[in-house]
């Protein structure tokens, strides 16, 4: 094949022919029809897996946090005033109407936040006038706010549920049965990293059936942008991706790119495909690992952009399956019956200027690559460097660019999965909350819609809801420590003439707490009760799903005061410098081990028990009202436990608690990735053993491997030292890191191959 000492490429042989004959075999007839097996300009045998490059430019602009510099630079003509230029799509009308309906948030917001804090000045002993108390008023006003606002967006989404159809919404202006136009390309992306396999080509070959059963298939293609850095997950991969395209006739149709050089994560992934086939496709569909959409969404979705031509980004409602776990059929359960309201709710409030979630969703690409590649954030620590939560910049961009940004909420056919167990779902908030941080310090960004701004603040809000109602705990049982301990203070303000009489009102604190349970639990009543009038013989039937709201409404008092407690601790985390570990989360259900809830829970049923112990000695009356908080940590360990469990999970569905339609009637792409999923566990994949040991997995890999240097003494000089050095501990021996060197170099794996194969 090449003769290393030399440097020199040998003319096809033997052995050549011997390898187009087994990546014949392997990949099937539709391969070699389609021309994508041959020999490269070395002789060297190899598989087209991606389309032909067509370059295209797509540059960021360097990021202006400080408005004091973007204005001096502008005073000295160094840069231009933007202006967010105006959509001019004959549906404008919504643009006044966003308006209209966010100034009546905010006002009901105010006014239902002033009325509480009012209501909780007259709660404290002294009415607000010391000054622990203000900063209790002052904590409790933020809280209660955030609250307020999440109360009347899930009512605005049962209103728009229940009246039907938005006259505003993105899909007011189609009907659903346009034809495609034959030049609107489509590129499905999935970005990958050392995902499970199996569970990513269960799901796209499902996506991908399904779409070839609606007759439009030949208006996209679909392309996997791996950034697998595991060397084992990396050769299954390959053959995962031949395995589907062979399945499915998909060869020159279902591409695969695994990036030797990895920037900027999957935002990076992404640019990286556009940058090179960007240009080929008027629209982009970005999945995630675990998406499954349906052939009629993605069609549909299509049909929304032709039928909007400013819309810049239509993000849809994905719906949580395909977990058995307690913990995620709760969760699961939670989002399908709740999530309607709320995400209907943003799209009320939001219209045209709406969150962009990052997967399941599809944008126009040239208005994406002209205004939203993403600089680094400037600066050193643990706010600068590459953002992290890539999707909400990217919908800012665009519409400061004046694209609209749409949640297409009441289109079907739109699919994920949710994390199996809690600390699965906490290592995920992490990555969330460091980057919600980061975007935070682009609030004063030039152009930016002012909806896009809120949406920055929501993000930290979020996050940093948690560490203020620790604090509002702190203060309240600060207070109560002050009461007790201290001699009272009738005279609290200066020149006071009149003593001012220390009183507890526990029935004004029952009342509020009634109204802010009130507003909590109350969109969880109206979702049950706007399924209950239409059809709930997919949730179980009506009792069972009151019983199962009753059941989630229990964990999630649970669950929230642990939630905060590690919210907290990232949020510490992060303005110390720290910065969170960005690995791809489980697709599997998979159990919490005692062990493991104990090193993450530990410190929080002590501190649960210490503070039991303070607040009973200071006033046992008073330990009542925090006995929820204390408890929820006291028993933190076995609920995370016991709650990440398959058999109880499967428990309760046999009770038909927790059901969901997807369980009950599952659609058709939802039954074949589980049929594909459980296929693929029967057969066990290759890992890099097989590469060097196994010809048929050995020879794909080196078709596949991209670092395909022209004959030069310097490279082949270093390939013969590694080829020295690595041969006699291969494959088990070497490290992650050589292995994907050998991975990449086709004429150092072959090396490897022969020194790995018996004679």
Same mark, same amino acid.
Request: net charge positive; hydrophobic share 45%.
């Given at each position: ?16 022919? !011997?390898?187009?004959? $087994?990546? /014949?075999? &392997?990949?099937?007839?539709? #391969?070699?029809?389609? %021309?994508?097996?041959?020999? =490269? ?45 105006e959509p001019g799509d004959p549906a404008a009308g919504w643009r006044a109407a966003g308006s ?58 049962? !209103?728009?549920?229940? $009246?039907? /159809?938005? &006259?505003?919404?993105?899909? #007011?202006?189609?009907? %659903?049965?346009?034809?495609? =136009? ?42 996997v942008l791996s950034d697998t850095y595991d060397p084992d997950i990396a050769v299954a991969e ?8 062979r399945a499915t006739g998909g060869f020159g149709r279902i591409f695969y790119r695994r990036r ?500």
């Open positions: 094949m090449v003769n290393l000492s030399q440097g020199t490429p040998a003319p096809a042989n033997a052995d050549t022919a !011997l390898d187009v004959q $087994r990546l /014949r075999e &392997r990949c099937g007839p539709a #391969a070699e029809e389609a %021309g994508l097996i041959g020999l =490269d300009g070395q002789g060297r045998v190899c598989v087209t897996s991606a389309p032909p490059l067509r370059r295209a430019s797509m540059v960021p602009e360097p990021w202006i946090t400080n408005p004091v510099v973007g204005y001096w630079q502008r005073w000295r003509g160094r840069r231009r005033r933007r202006r967010t230029p209209r309906r966010r100034s009546l948030l905010l006002l009901l917001v105010v006014a239902q936040t002033i009325v509480a804090t009012w209501y909780m000045r007259g709660v404290l002993p002294y009415q607000g006038r010391d000054l622990l108390e203000i900063a209790i008023l002052v904590l409790f006003a933020l809280l209660f706010g955030w609250v307020s606002s999440g109360f009347w967006t899930a009512l605005a989404g049962f !209103l728009q549920l229940v $009246r039907g /159809r938005d &006259r505003y919404s993105i899909s #007011a202006n189609s009907t %659903g049965h346009e034809p495609i =136009d034959p030049s609107a390309r489509t590129a499905i992306v999935m970005p990958i990293c050392n995902e499970s396999v199996e569970r990513v080509f269960a799901g796209l070959r499902a996506t991908y059936e399904s779409l070839a059963r609606t007759g439009h298939l030949e208006h996209f293609d679909v392309f390959q053959s995962a991706w031949v395995d589907i395209c030797r050089r990895r920037v900027k994560r999957k935002s990076g992934n992404i640019d990286d495909f556009c940058r090179r086939w960007g240009a080929d496709y008027r629209y982009m569909v970005v999945l995630d690992a675990d998406s499954v959409m349906t052939g009629d969404c993605l069609v549909r979705m299509v049909q929304l952009m032709q039928a909007n031509p400013r819309a810049g980004i239509i993000q849809t409602a994905p719906r949580a399956t395909g977990m058995d776990s307690l913990y995620a059929r709760a969760q699961q359960f939670a989002t399908r019956v709740y999530g309607p309201l709320f995400t209907a709710g943003l799209h009320y409030w939001q219209l045209g200027e709406s969150h962009y979630w990052g997967h399941n969703a599809i944008i126009r690409l040239e208005p994406f690559m002209e205004h939203c590649a993403l600089a680094p954030l400037p600066g050193k620590g643990a706010f600068a460097g590459a953002i992290l939560s890539h999707d909400f910049v990217e919908a800012a961009l665009m519409r400061r660019a004046g694209w609209g940004v749409w949640i297409a909420y009441d289109l079907p056919g739109s699919y994920e999965e949710l994390p199996p167990n809690l600390l699965e779902e906490l290592q995920r908030d992490q990555r969330w909350c460091h980057g919600n941080l980061m975007n935070f310090r682009l609030f004063l960004t030039e152009g930016l819609h002012p909806v896009h701004r809120a949406v920055f603040l929501t993000g930290v809000m979020s996050y940093l809801s948690a560490p203020l109602w620790f604090l509002f705990l702190l203060l309240s049982t600060a207070l109560l420590a002050v009461h007790t301990l201290t001699e009272p203070q009738y005279f609290v303000q200066p020149h006071q003439l009149f003593p001012l009489w220390p009183q507890w009102q526990p029935l004004k604190a029952v009342a509020l707490l009634s109204a802010t349970a009130l507003l909590l639990f109350l969109p969880k009543v109206l979702s049950v009760l706007l399924i209950a009038l239409e059809d709930a013989r997919g949730y179980g039937g009506r009792l069972r799903l009151a019983a199962s709201m009753v059941l989630e409404s229990l964990l999630s008092m649970l669950l929230a005061p642990v939630r905060m407690l590690f919210h907290t601790r990232f949020i510490v985390a992060t303005f110390a410098g720290g910065h969170a570990k960005w690995v791809s989360p489980s697709r599997d259900n998979d159990a919490t081990a005692w062990s493991e809830a104990f090193r993450a829970h530990a410190s929080q049923s002590l501190l649960g028990l210490a503070w039991l112990a303070l607040v009973y000695w200071l006033s046992p009356s008073f330990l009542w009202w925090m006995l929820p908080i204390l408890v929820a940590w006291l028993v933190a360990i076995p609920i995370s436990v016991w709650s990440s469990r398959v058999s109880w999970g499967q428990a309760l569905r046999r009770a038909r608690l927790f059901c969901i339609p997807e369980e009950v009637r599952p659609p058709a792409a939802l039954r074949a990735t589980r049929a594909y999923h459980e296929q693929a566990r029967q057969q066990a994949l290759p890992g890099f053993a097989g590469a060097l040991t196994d010809p048929d997995v050995g020879v794909l890999a080196r078709a596949l491997a991209r670092a395909r240097h022209r004959g030069s003494a310097i490279v082949d000089a270093a390939r013969l030292r590694r080829v020295r050095d690595w041969a006699p501990k291969a494959p088990d021996g070497l490290t992650a890191a050589e292995r994907m060197a050998v991975l990449d170099d086709p004429v150092l794996l072959s090396a490897l191959q022969r020194s790995s194969w018996p004679d």
